[in-house]
């Protein structure tokens, strides 16, 4: 009865707002979760064919940008106003998205994810503004629940679908995520109410200027920064869910043995998301979400006994197993209980990492630290896309493997041209060598450890948790 009451008390804009998020998440991770494979995946099946190097130059900056500029955006929201903010993040959400489906060169495109990702950064302050503004301390706790409900729901329906769309084509996927934004235009304009802003700033400028001025406040505290240079090292392990894993199991992993497990219960359900009697690496990866959206309030209910370090560090040292289980082999039963685990880690670390920045911020300093939480993840993404350009490259990308083969045998294969992709390579690289693709794979994967990747990835998340541990230790004290 208690929770009944709390709902009638939510206004409507409360749940217009997190409308908006649900369907912004569905539009947005139905493009991020595929963009690794459609940026490095073969032209002939109608992805861009870039270089791995090219892929992390383009994610890592883009998505960067995204966390780093709600320092920005943020203070300009404040001053122009939430709607005609909303608007234009979502004009230039429509315009990216649609650049990125018919751009086909490097540059054009990097500049097309770059647009996109000023756009979600013009988004990304307002919702979350619009929930603290919508609730107070009676029903802050179930309306930030809610909040967090509808970013998963949205964040595990888009790229579902966007795995369903992929075995037609990629543009479709591009389709559906304008068709969500634009669902958003329309409830914006309709539904979405001004909120009344009792202090605004006399210039637009100095509303800027005070946001880059918050953040040399917050980082004079020394024990903070190294905090959140410590956190970096997590956010670049997690964010290998979104830059890696999707190649990996796209050039490694045969996943036949879960669509026939899936079949054997839901026939309709494994016909819907497979293609030729397998599942591919979008349905796959996106089961992330799908796993916290079952397992969030139990994992919550868990973890909130112990204090927010401590459940960071366990949670982070999950999130290392996950990753070592998602790259060290070819089950993809293991992969599956790999992005299990990771999900679980990631449902104890990531809300406790929120907590704890507001539990160490001074009190009349909160809105500043947790403005300056965002930073770790910025910079989390760009040494992400780093880790997965020309390093992930040497030791784990298929098609430079196999050009290594070819010259330690002294084969000579094709470039790859606008007429010969990377498929045509990986065909004539078995043709050249008498095997078929899957022995081809074998092969590589027996000779060359591409599987050796889990040691760099689950190594950083685990050298997070010794430092934060020392951190606790050293640092913080008693």
């Known amino acids: 009865m208690g929770v009944l009451k709390v709902f009638k008390k939510f206004p409507g804009t409360f749940w217009t707002s997190n409308t908006i998020e649900l369907f ?32 992390g130059i383009i994610m890592g900056t883009g998505s960067m940008l995204l966390y780093f500029l709600p320092v920005i955006t943020g203070a300009i929201a404040d001053k122009v106003g ?9 004009s230039i959400y429509i315009s990216g998205f649609y650049m990125l489906n018919i751009f086909n060169s490097f540059e054009l495109t990097f500049f097309a994810f770059i647009w996109t990702c000023i756009g979600g950064a013009f988004f990304k302050p307002i919702i979350s503004a619009m929930i603290a503004r919508t609730t107070d301390e009676e029903t802050s706790s179930i309306g930030f629940g809610i909040f967090y409900m509808m970013v998963n729901i949205g964040g595990f329906i888009g790229p579902f679908i966007a795995g369903v769309l992929l075995n037609k084509s990629w543009t479709y996927v591009f389709y559906m995520s304008i068709a969500a934004i634009a669902l958003n235009v329309i ?6 109410s001004e909120p009344v ?24 505290n020394w024990k903070y920064v190294l905090f959140l240079i410590i956190m970096i090292l997590f956010w670049t392990a997690f964010n290998q869910l979104y830059y890696s894993f999707p190649i990996f199991i796209d050039q490694w992993i045969d996943t036949t043995v879960v669509y026939n497990g899936l079949h054997s219960v839901w026939p309709w359900l494994a016909e819907a998301i497979g293609n ?20 969030q309030i139990l994992v919550s209910a868990f973890v909130m006994r112990f204090k927010p370090l401590a459940a960071m560090m366990g949670g982070i ?32 670390s990531s809300p406790k990492y929120t907590e704890y920045i507001g539990r160490i911020a001074p009190v009349d300093k909160k809105a500043l630290y947790m403005g300056t939480s965002f930073l770790p993840i910025a910079a989390g993404h760009q040494l992400a896309g780093w880790l997965s350009g020309g390093i992930y490259e040497g030791i784990s990308d298929k098609v430079f493997l196999l050009q290594k083969e070819a010259a330690r045998q002294g084969i000579s294969l094709h470039e790859i041209t606008d007429t010969f ?46 430092f934060l541990w020392l951190y606790d230790r050293l640092i913080i004290g008693k």
Do not use: C
């Not at 939430?82 to 979502?90: D, E, G, K």
């Not at 397998?278 to 079952?294: G, H, Q, Y």
């Not at 045509?424 to 450890?449: C, K």
């Open 187 to 192: 409830i914006t304009m309709f539904f979405f």
């Open 197 to 220: 802003i009792k202090e605004k700033s006399s210039t637009l400028l100095k509303n800027i200027g005070n946001a880059f001025v918050n953040i040399w406040i917050t980082i004079k």
């Open 317 to 348: 040292l999950m999130l290392a197993g996950g990753l070592g289980l998602m790259f060290s082999n070819q089950s993809g039963w293991l992969i599956l209980l790999g992005i299990l685990v990771f999900a679980l880690g990631e449902m104890a």
């Open 421 to 466: 992709t990377k498929n045509d390579l990986l065909s004539e690289g078995a043709a050249r060598l008498n095997m078929s693709q899957s022995e081809l794979t074998n092969y590589l994967w027996q000779n060359y450890h591409p599987s050796n990747i889990w040691i760099l990835y689950s190594g950083i998340a685990v050298s997070a948790v010794i």
């Open 82 to 90: 939430y709607r005609r903010i909303l608007i234009l993040a979502f």
């Open 24 to 55: 912004e998440r569905w539009a947005w991770y139905g493009i991020y979760i595929p963009l690794a494979l459609y940026l490095v995946g073969s032209t002939d099946t109608g992805a861009l064919g870039f270089s791995q190097a090219q892929k």
């Open 276 to 295: 030729e009697g397998s599942i591919n690496a979008v349905s796959m990866t996106s089961m992330d979400s799908f796993f916290i959206i079952l397992f």
